[in-house]
């Protein structure tokens, strides 16, 4: 399975912030040892797309509407991501769910759309703490992913994002023995819905915790928040 190395900018960096982080990023980008994908915030887009064209640095929107145009004040098209030069869309990320309200079943909604338009949907799922210390961690990932690849196309690309809510933004990195675990669960899981997919951790990944992450099995690369926004360390994380 290749190995993805994806980078979530939440709402972060203007677009001259963007251009500048391109410019000093595409000078290192050729050491990474797996496909680079930046998530710019939705404004900073255009500015991303423009300044990666003729490198191996792919973009992506950090959401998208289950709809490609009409009466949705407020939302951001697919359509317009993918004109601009975008690969990717990250759908029902942790923050979109929790913050956002987002269902299984709009999130369901806007994977096959991005599917149809071409795109690749890397769709994120994960436990609460509360729920992990439940023991309801297996369950809530395979709601999620029953749920959220409903109307998916197993013949399309899909990525998967592992990101344990707890682990996001905590500084609490999952344990090797736990990515391991879910892990394989996850993968378990797609392989009994008949899907294939690279499973991307995420949570608190830095550099020098990614090399003994990357090494568990069925971890086919980082979904990398914090840590992305700087080169020197998003590049060390790429390089593992
Ligand atoms: C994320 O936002 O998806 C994420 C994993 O953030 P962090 O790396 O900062 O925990």
């Given at each position: 399975?290749?190995?993805?190395?994806?980078?979530?900018?939440?709402?972060?960096?203007?677009?001259?912030?963007?251009?500048?982080f391109f410019?000093?990023f595409?000078?290192?980008?050729?050491?990474?040892?797996?496909?680079?994908?930046?998530?710019?915030?939705?404004?900073?887009?255009?500015?991303?797309?423009?300044t990666v064209?003729?490198?191996?640095?792919?973009?992506?929107?950090?959401?998208?509407?289950?709809?490609?145009?009409?009466?949705?004040?407020?939302?951001?098209?697919?359509?317009?991501?993918?004109?601009?030069?975008?690969?990717?869309?990250?759908?029902?990320?942790?923050?979109?769910?929790?913050?956002?309200?987002?269902?299984?079943?709009?999130?369901?909604?806007?994977?096959?759309?991005?599917?149809?338009?071409?795109?690749?949907?890397?769709?994120?799922?994960?436990?609460?703490?509360?729920?992990?210390?439940?023991?309801?961690?297996?369950?809530?990932?395979?709601?999620?992913?029953?749920?959220?690849?409903?109307?998916?196309?197993?013949?399309?690309?899909?990525?998967?994002?592992?990101?344990?809510?707890?682990?996001?933004?905590?500084?609490?990195?999952?344990?090797?023995?736990?990515?391991?675990?879910?892990?394989?669960?996850?993968?378990?899981?797609?392989?009994?819905?008949?899907?294939?997919?690279?499973?991307?951790?995420?949570?608190?990944?830095?550099?020098?915790?990614?090399?003994?992450?990357?090494?568990?099995?069925?971890?086919?690369?980082?979904?990398?928040?914090?840590?992305?926004?700087?080169?020197?360390?998003?590049?060390?994380?790429?390089?593992?």
């Amino acid at each position: 399975m290749k190995k993805i190395f994806a980078a979530n900018w939440k709402l972060h960096k203007t677009p001259a912030e963007t251009r500048a982080f391109f410019k000093s990023f595409k000078e290192v980008s050729a050491k990474a040892t797996g496909e680079l994908v930046f998530f710019p915030s939705a404004i900073s887009l255009e500015a991303a797309c423009d300044t990666v064209k003729g490198s191996n640095i792919h973009i992506g929107a950090q959401n998208c509407y289950a709809q490609n145009q009409g009466a949705f004040t407020g939302e951001n098209s697919a359509q317009v991501v993918k004109e601009l030069g975008g690969d990717y869309i990250l759908i029902g990320h942790s923050e979109r769910r929790q913050l956002f309200g987002e269902t299984d079943g709009l999130i369901a909604e806007k994977v096959a759309m991005v599917q149809n338009l071409g795109l690749t949907p890397m769709l994120c799922i994960g436990e609460t703490l509360q729920e992990r210390e439940a023991a309801h961690t297996f369950r809530v990932l395979e709601t999620q992913l029953l749920l959220g690849l409903a109307k998916a196309d197993k013949s399309k690309p899909l990525v998967i994002a592992y990101e344990p809510v707890w682990a996001i933004g905590t500084g609490k990195v999952a344990t090797p023995e736990q990515v391991a675990e879910t892990h394989t669960d996850v993968h378990g899981i797609l392989t009994k819905l008949g899907f294939t997919a690279p499973i991307l951790y995420g949570g608190s990944v830095k550099a020098d915790n990614a090399p003994t992450l990357i090494a568990q099995p069925h971890v086919s690369g980082f979904l990398v928040g914090g840590a992305s926004l700087e080169v020197d360390s998003f590049i060390k994380i790429a390089t593992v």
